[in-house]
C-alpha cells in the first residue's frame, strides 16, 4: 500500500513563503503524475498543481507565478514552494500520486494565511 505523507503546512502571514512536502513510500519516478489540490473551508477540493514523470509541471491558473513544484527523487519526496501567500491560500493541502490505474492521496496539511 503506497502512502503519502504531507508536511510543512503552518500559519504563516500575508506575503510570505512557506514549503510544504509530500514523502512517498516509494520511489516517485514510479508515479506517471503526482500534484496538489486543497480544499477550503465549505469550498469544493480545487487543483493546485502536478509535476509528471517527465518533470513537466502544470498550475491553476491562480497560483501560476507564486507556487512551484518539484521533486527530490533520492528522498522520494514532492515540494511545493509557495511564495507571495494570500488569504485566499488558506486551505487543506491534500498530495496526489497518479499510477495507472490506481490514484493515492495523503491526509492533508493545514496552511493557514492570516495576520
Known amino acids: 500500500q503506497v502512502q503519502l505523507v504531507e508536511s510543512g503546512g503552518e500559519l504563516v502571514q500575508p506575503g510570505g513563503s512557506l514549503t510544504l512536502s509530500c514523502e512517498a513510500s516509494?520511489?516517485?519516478?514510479?508515479?506517471?503524475?503526482v500534484g496538489w489540490y486543497r480544499q477550503a473551508p465549505g469550498k469544493q477540493r480545487e487543483f493546485v498543481g502536478r509535476?509528471?514523470?517527465?518533470?513537466?509541471?502544470h498550475y491553476v491558473d491562480s497560483v501560476k507565478g507564486r507556487f512551484t513544484i518539484s521533486g527530490d527523487t533520492a528522498k522520494n519526496t514532492v515540494y511545493l514552494q509557495m511564495n507571495s501567500l494570500n488569504p485566499d491560500d488558506t486551505a487543506v493541502y491534500y498530495c496526489?500520486?497518479?499510477?495507472?490505474?490506481?490514484?493515492?492521496w495523503g491526509q492533508g496539511t493545514q496552511v493557514t494565511v492570516s495576520s
Open positions: 516509494r520511489q516517485i519516478v514510479t508515479f506517471n503524475v
Open positions: 496526489y500520486a497518479h499510477a495507472w490505474p490506481r490514484e493515492y
Open positions: 509535476i509528471t514523470g517527465s518533470g513537466r509541471t
